[in-house]
């Protein structure tokens, strides 16, 4: 008899039409349950859950994503809804349930059907209360003045995407899937005054499992935004949007409202959504309905310049948000991503190889088995040989005295057996961690007691048969 875990199993790949007996399997399970429900779980996670690797017991909350994607509303009620086995059913028996029952699949069809109708009616139509409520009396909407506040798909030229490209959901949401990104817009015609703009936005620092730990574990909850580092911003104003993992099961886009007040004394202002941070694994970031509302004017010299101060403080606080944002950038062309031109390329400036050059490329692949990251544009070292001992790719770069966490997503293979034989180092610093056959993300620590030239990068050691290996996302912040 089929456990209710087999039976989930059974049902996910009899929705996905496809069964899962391979790593790309997995992977594309991953971006499957991703598209249709805008909830991760990651390739290796499902690996263990199939039996596909060793691993423990699976957390309900990884349960009840597999079950919203077969159609319910956790895993609790699939279980519940799932047929008991009854003891040799006649053939009459057999016909007449068949004819007037639907199966498990359809009736979860038919369930998530209703939800998806059911709440985006209820989203667009309460929505709109919601982002209302608690203003002050004589507040104005000024939401006119937004091109494309609810981020329909057909009218994308009123916003700038600076970078992460034009992203936007079918469902008419800006979505951002493990990349930064940078979506703003200037509005004109403002008033002198205080203004409040709201937005129903939320972000998945990571994997879901590890969100919910951190999230549980964090000191700053409270707000809802602990973990989290997108954020609406409104010239120099900012605040971060909601850790998604801190909203409740069937009212996150409810509970996501996000208001930030600011200060417009320049009839323009402009407004966006963005993160540094957002190309981690499993990220997800997702905005839509802007509001824009004037709460009151300035209307007296000492109005002007109480606002006026708030505008100052807040650029103070902007400047220092920058500056720490620039603190992981010690590297030359270390966003591969945006290199990347639909073809294959030389070694950009800033990397080097102790190996023959001619086999160092920028490339798009679509066949490396997928940990973790971006691993779909790369810097790649392949070779029909085994590479000689010494630096595959990597940069040079001078150090300050301090501690450092240096971090990139990278693998190694060698064909046919996949030994784990290359290294990520810093050398001049003691640190490095082993290379796997799959593009995973990882951190090597140092500490630095005088200025000193280090090496990052991937190595192939003494003895090593390594053919091929990749890196991308590379960067360096101070602990």
């Given amino acids: 008899m089929a456990t209710d875990y087999q039976r989930l199993f059974q049902e996910v790949e009899q929705k996905a039409g496809r069964q899962m007996q391979t790593p790309k399997d997995f992977q594309w399970l991953e971006k499957r349950i991703f598209e249709d429900i805008h909830e991760t779980i990651s390739a290796s996670t499902l690996m263990r859950l199939w039996g596909y690797r060793a691993g423990g017991v699976p957390r309900q909350t990884t349960l009840d994503v597999l079950a919203r994607f077969v159609g319910f509303e956790d895993y609790v009620q699939f279980c519940k809804a799932s047929p008991a ?83 936007l959901a079918e469902d008419s949401t800006l ?72 909203m409740s099961y069937g009212t996150r886009k409810d509970s996501s409202d996000i208001r930030l007040r600011f200060v417009c004394l320049d009839d323009s202002v402009c407004i966006g959504f963005r993160s540094n941070n957002n190309n981690k694994r499993s990220c997800l970031a997702f905005a839509d309905d802007f509001r824009l509302f004037l709460i009151r004017k300035a209307k007296t010299k000492e109005e002007v310049q109480e606002l006026a101060a708030r505008r100052d403080s807040a650029q103070v606080q902007d400047n220092a948000r920058q500056q720490k944002k620039d603190d992981g950038i010690y590297l030359k062309n270390h966003n591969i991503v945006d290199l990347w031109k639909g073809q ?42 085994p590479a000689k ?82 890196i991308c996302m590379p960067g360096i912040w101070k602990d």
């Fill in 175 to 246: 979505t951002y899937y493990m990349k930064n990104f940078d979506v703003w817009q200037v509005i004109h015609g403002l008033p002198a005054g205080e203004y409040e703009l709201r937005v129903k936005a939320w972000q998945l620092p990571k994997e879901q499992e590890a969100a919910l730990y951190d999230y549980e574990h964090a000191e700053d909850k409270e707000e809802g935004c602990a973990g989290t580092t997108a954020e609406i911003y409104a010239g120099s104003f900012a605040c971060r949007v909601k850790n998604y993992v801190s």
């Fill in 389 to 470: 001992p010494g630096l595959l790719i990597g940069q040079k770069i001078r150090l300050e005295p301090g501690k450092y966490a240096v971090g990139a997503c990278f693998f190694a293979q060698n064909e046919p057996d996949f030994h784990k034989n290359a290294l990520f180092t810093v050398t001049g610093a003691d640190g490095s961690v082993e290379a796997s056959s799959m593009m995973d993300y990882h951190f090597v620590h140092i500490e630095l007691r005088e200025p000193k030239d280090v090496t990052i990068g991937l190595w192939a050691p003494e003895g090593s048969a390594v053919c091929r290996a990749g």
């Fill in 85 to 167: 086995p009854s003891p040799n059913p006649s053939p009459e028996e057999e016909g007449s349930s068949a004819a007037v029952s639907l199966s498990p699949w359809a009736r979860g069809l038919a369930l998530l059907l209703l939800l998806v109708v059911g709440g985006f009616v209820l989203w667009r139509f309460a929505g709109h209360a919601s982002l209302e409520e608690g203003l002050p009396a004589g507040a104005k909407d000024m939401t006119h003045l937004i091109g494309n506040p609810t981020c329909n798909t057909g009218e994308l030229d009123a916003w700038t995407f600076e970078h992460g490209g034009k992203t």
């Fill in 344 to 385: 294959k390329e030389p070694l950009p400036e800033g990397w080097i190889t102790e190996q023959d050059t001619s086999l160092c490329h920028l490339v798009y692949r679509n066949d490396v088995s997928r940990g973790s990251g971006d691993s779909e544009i790369y810097l790649e070292f392949l070779s029909e040989k």
